[in-house]
């Protein structure tokens, strides 16, 4: 019988079996239609990246499986769209296990017409792939993977979540199993290193060398597993790790006790392998165990949401899963009961509790009409409100899914961190070959433990040491562990960040601009004094259908004003146009009005003396002002407290507004806030910020996130004020979702703390390995004690990343 070997799986058959193409040789059809597909695209190098490794054979899947996924529940379910109107999905891709499946696979789809993105993270196999669905349906994208061996299903965090569980409970038992072992090998140690001193005869010195071998095998080969796998796919991707530390330095020590045990001379170190074994992975357990409590605040988040609603359907009240709910839907909400998704009240008024957003403890009342936010409670009444946002973009959701992406990302910090713990391990391996070389042809006699040892042993045991006591896991873990932490404080204190990046760069901001109207006042605009210089009725009309055509804060507090005091009614105005940072012009008849500030005024040659120190609104018919009013707009409570943090900090902070000199001088003296500018446009703040950028400054802009949106986009940091109603997710690097100025306040000072824990963790990292690796090179720390050193520096840096969460 004569064994061949498919040209594209690798697999060997019997030859009689393949299917025979000229020199080629295929064990099914789904190999030989890859193969030409690979050809045919120009990917047949992927074969050289492939190696030796085995494939599996390609799947053999019937077009009623893919039906599911371009069905329009499935979509709704696991898609959304990106700011570009795009498609986006989460992937799991199975039988990825090399590089080189991750090559092919980015490979394959970014030839595939439709696919704008795709990215796949190796460790977790999760692809994020953007497409335009117009040109290609997700049946397509999965047929596609499909067709080249690998498999492809939806990411579902629930999934996710489960098997993490799992993962957890079999790291449990394998420590349990580690930990058993090793107190009875400890015991048998007190035995063997007590004779080793009062005489012990052969015979039960033996003994014991095999009660543990018998107790030490479990422990290295099912506890330890975890390493042999960590270790096998780094070396399947050329990359030495700590598992492969870990395992190569418990492995040798184990087979030179084989040796002993089966008569050569010298002593036997099962308890070092044990230990090796059990301490490292503790170690790593506790590491999951912090992780767990950083990552926890997510959790609750999510457990928060009511899991279905009430929705009113013909009359009738039907039970529906959240995923159901239908932007149209009416749901019934009563007293206790949280929001489930956003929407407009249309029957019934009452009082919500809006703490998980916005951190505020009063009662916010709202009446028909209002907007009400997912997450929130309804405390003492019941009303019908009309679902405005399904679940997957209202706004407790879009928080979850910031949470989550900041989770999963790096301060910039970290690529050093990765870059110094990728080139530690093979360091390492060299500096312990050097080391058994150097004590074994050089005969060297150091150390407090190697009376009555031979040469090779002397050699052998240090060189173990040096694998088992550096720690590129501490290295490895500084930035994460700690960005993990910082991010789950922020959180709590209702600060959403992006990505953990920002953490770094809001720690070492240089300069913040502000915005004056709703970030360092309460935005909260009123009418303060009002002039009329007509008395036509028909001007109050004019001035209300110009006020109505505006969603800016001034003509909404004006308009709120005449509402109140006067008796209107809406005209059909015409050519109404914006004119930028300066308000509005408009036609109605043969007359032109205008409703703005004094700049307006003067750029239609209007002359009007009164300028006043507050925010002002004038109003004028064909270029006569026939009223004028003044507004109030409060200074926050906090924002003094945080000017004067900002600039105990070294920060230099800066005041950017649209309204008139006078406002912005007052506004400024009061906080102290010695560089402002007024009268400016919204290019003129993005020119501003954009100036400082490129003088080298590291600058971070907080603005309302809408009217500010052009220079949030030019600075480092962009920070949306504002509660609930007002945040703009789209345009932030950091959500703010309170008001508050304390919380910009807290921003800075998590962010400062966080990095500064990530650069002692850094530190205390690169020292360790500094001091105990040459103190190992030199005989003095046997393995047993390497281990427990080393998984004691991971755990310090565990444990000061939580310090974070202290006050």
């Known amino acids: 019988m004569s064994i061949v070997e498919c040209n594209h799986c690798h697999l060997s058959f019997d030859e009689k079996i393949m299917i025979k193409e000229n020199d080629l040789n295929?064990?099914?059809?789904?190999?030989?239609?890859?193969?030409?597909?690979?050809?045919?695209?120009?990917?047949?190098?992927?074969?050289?990246?492939?190696?030796?490794?085995?494939?599996?054979?390609?799947?053999?899947?019937?077009?009623?499986?893919?039906?599911?996924?371009?069905?329009?529940?499935?979509?709704?379910?696991?898609?959304?769209?990106?700011?570009?109107?795009?498609?986006?999905?989460?992937l799991i891709l199975e039988g990825i296990h090399c590089a080189a499946?991750?090559?092919?696979?980015?490979?394959?789809?970014?030839?595939?017409?439709?696919?704008?993105?795709?990215?796949?993270?190796?460790?977790?196999?999760?692809?994020?792939?953007?497409?335009?669905?117009?040109?290609?349906?997700?049946?397509?994208i999965i047929k596609k993977i499909r067709s080249i061996g690998y498999n492809a299903y939806a990411y579902d965090s629930s999934v996710?979540?489960?098997?993490?569980?799992?993962?957890?409970?079999?790291?449990?038992?394998?420590?349990?199993?580690?930990?058993?072992?090793?107190?009875?090998?400890?015991?048998?140690?007190?035995?063997?290193?007590?004779?080793?001193?009062?005489?012990?005869?052969?015979?039960?010195?033996?003994?014991?060398?095999?009660?543990?071998?018998?107790?030490?095998?479990?422990?290295?080969?099912?506890?330890?597993?975890?390493?042999?796998?960590?270790?096998?796919?780094?070396?399947?991707?050329?990359?030495?790790?700590?598992?492969?530390?870990?395992?190569?330095?418990?492995?040798?020590?184990?087979?030179?006790?084989?040796?002993?045990?089966?008569?050569?001379?010298?002593?036997?170190?099962?308890?070092?392998?044990?230990?090796?074994?059990?301490?490292?992975?503790?170690?790593?357990?506790?590491?999951?165990?912090?992780?767990?409590?950083?990552?926890?605040?997510?959790?609750?988040?999510?457990?928060?949401?009511?899991?279905?609603?009430?929705v009113i359907q013909n009359g009738q009240k039907i039970v529906k899963a959240l995923n159901e709910l239908k932007v149209g839907d009416i749901i019934e909400l009563k007293i206790g009961e949280k929001v489930p998704v956003d929407?407009?009240?249309?029957?019934?008024?009452?009082?919500?509790?809006?703490?998980?957003?916005?951190?505020?403890?009063?009662?916010v009342f709202k009446n028909i009409g209002d907007t009400l936010f997912s997450g929130t409670v309804i405390l003492d009444s019941l009303i019908h409100f009309e679902v405005t946002k399904d679940f997957k973009n209202s706004t407790f959701s879009s928080i979850v899914t910031l949470l989550e992406d900041s989770l999963n990302s790096k301060p910039k910090i970290q690529t050093l961190a990765n870059m110094l713990s990728r080139r530690f391990s093979i360091t390492i391996l060299s500096i312990a070959l050097a080391t058994f070389l150097v004590w074994y042809f050089f005969g060297l006699d150091l150390g407090f433990y190697f009376e009555n040892t031979n040469q090779f042993e002397r050699s052998f045991i240090t060189a173990v040491s040096?694998?088992?006591?550096?720690?590129?896991?501490?290295?490895?873990?500084?930035?994460?562990?700690?960005?993990?932490?910082?991010?789950?404080?922020?959180?709590?204190?209702?600060?959403?960040?992006?990505?953990?990046?920002?953490?770094?760069?809001?720690?070492?901001?240089?300069?913040?601009?502000?915005?004056?109207?709703?970030?360092?006042?309460?935005?909260?605009?009123?009418?303060?004094?009002?002039?009329?210089?007509?008395?036509?009725?028909?001007?109050?009309?004019?001035?209300?259908?110009?006020?109505?055509?505006?969603?800016?804060?001034v003509s909404l507090a004006v308009k709120k004003y005449?509402?109140?005091?006067?008796?209107y009614k809406s005209l059909a105005l015409e050519d109404i146009k914006n004119i930028e940072a300066k308000g509005l012009s408009a036609k109605y008849e043969n007359s032109e009005i205008l409703g703005g500030n004094i700049a307006l005024l003067k750029e239609f040659e209007i002359n009007f003396e009164k300028q006043a120190q507050t925010t002002q609104y004038i109003f004028a018919k064909d270029?006569?002002?026939?009223?004028?009013?003044?507004?109030?707009?409060?200074?926050?409570?906090?924002?003094?407290?945080?000017?004067?943090?900002?600039k105990e900090q070294n920060i230099s902070v800066t005041m950017l507004t649209g309204d008139n000199e006078f406002v912005a001088s007052n506004v400024a003296k009061?906080?102290?806030?010695?560089?402002?500018?007024?009268?400016?446009?919204?290019?003129?703040?993005?020119?501003?910020?954009?100036?400082?950028?490129?003088?080298?400054?590291?600058?971070?802009?907080?603005?309302?996130?809408?009217?500010?949106?052009?220079?949030?986009?030019?600075?480092?940091?962009?920070?949306?004020?504002?509660?609930?109603?007002?945040?703009?997710?789209?345009?932030?690097?950091?959500?703010?979702?309170?008001?508050k100025l304390k919380s910009l306040k807290d921003a800075f000072i998590i962010s400062k703390k966080t990095y500064k824990h990530i650069k002692q963790n850094l530190i205390f990292s690169l020292l360790y390995n500094a001091l105990t690796i040459p103190i190992a090179m030199m005989g003095y720390i046997i393995p047993l004690f390497a281990a427990l050193s080393m998984s004691l520096s991971s755990l310090v840096v565990v444990f000061n990343s939580l310090r974070i969460k202290l006050k």
Not at 343 to 363: M, N, Q, R, V
Not at 469 to 498: D, H
């Open 26 to 90: 295929f064990c099914c059809g789904g190999c030989q239609n890859v193969y030409h597909i690979l050809k045919s695209e120009n990917l047949d190098s992927f074969y050289e990246k492939l190696g030796n490794k085995t494939l599996k054979a390609p799947l053999q899947v019937s077009n009623r499986d893919l039906e599911k996924f371009d069905s329009q529940n499935f979509l709704d379910n696991y898609t959304s769209l990106t700011k570009d109107g795009f498609t986006q999905i989460d």
């Open 101 to 140: 499946c991750v090559w092919l696979n980015e490979k394959i789809l970014y030839d595939t017409k439709g696919i704008i993105e795709a990215n796949i993270n190796f460790t977790t196999n999760k692809a994020r792939i953007i497409y335009n669905q117009e040109l290609l349906k997700l049946s397509e």
């Open 160 to 310: 996710a979540d489960e098997q993490a569980s799992k993962a957890k409970q079999d790291y449990f038992i394998r420590i349990m199993v580690a930990v058993v072992c090793t107190m009875n090998i400890m015991m048998l140690s007190v035995g063997k290193y007590t004779g080793f001193f009062t005489g012990m005869s052969a015979e039960v010195k033996h003994m014991i060398h095999i009660a543990e071998f018998i107790l030490t095998t479990p422990v290295l080969f099912y506890s330890g597993f975890v390493f042999y796998k960590g270790a096998y796919f780094g070396i399947k991707n050329r990359m030495v790790n700590m598992d492969l530390l870990v395992s190569s330095g418990a492995t040798m020590t184990y087979i030179y006790s084989l040796f002993i045990l089966f008569g050569a001379k010298g002593e036997s170190y099962f308890d070092s392998v044990s230990m090796i074994i059990t301490f490292v992975l503790i170690g790593k357990y506790l590491e999951v165990i912090g992780k767990k409590s950083a990552i926890d605040t997510l959790d609750k988040i999510k457990s928060t949401i009511p899991l279905e609603a009430l």
């Open 343 to 363: 929407g407009k009240i249309i029957f019934g008024s009452a009082s919500f509790d809006e703490s998980s957003l916005t951190g505020e403890s009063l009662p």
């Open 466 to 553: 040096v694998v088992v006591i550096a720690c590129p896991c501490a290295l490895a873990l500084a930035t994460p562990m700690a960005s993990l932490v910082g991010i789950s404080e922020l959180a709590k204190k209702s600060l959403l960040f992006k990505e953990a990046k920002y953490i770094e760069t809001l720690a070492n901001a240089t300069t913040i601009v502000f915005d004056k109207t709703g970030t360092l006042t309460k935005g909260e605009l009123e009418v303060s004094s009002a002039e009329f210089f007509s008395k036509d009725e028909e001007d109050i009309n004019l001035l209300y259908s110009l006020l109505d055509s505006s969603t800016h804060p």
């Open 562 to 567: 005449i509402e109140k005091n006067y008796e």
């Open 623 to 646: 270029r006569k002002v026939i009223a004028n009013f003044e507004l109030k707009d409060e200074i926050k409570d906090d924002a003094k407290e945080l000017i004067d943090y900002l």
């Open 670 to 739: 009061t906080l102290g806030i010695a560089n402002f500018q007024a009268n400016l446009s919204p290019k003129q703040k993005a020119d501003f910020v954009r100036a400082r950028k490129e003088n080298g400054e590291i600058v971070v802009m907080a603005g309302d996130g809408v009217n500010d949106s052009v220079a949030l986009s030019f600075s480092d940091v962009a920070i949306a004020m504002g509660n609930g109603a007002d945040i703009s997710m789209m345009v932030s690097d950091i959500v703010l979702l309170s008001s």
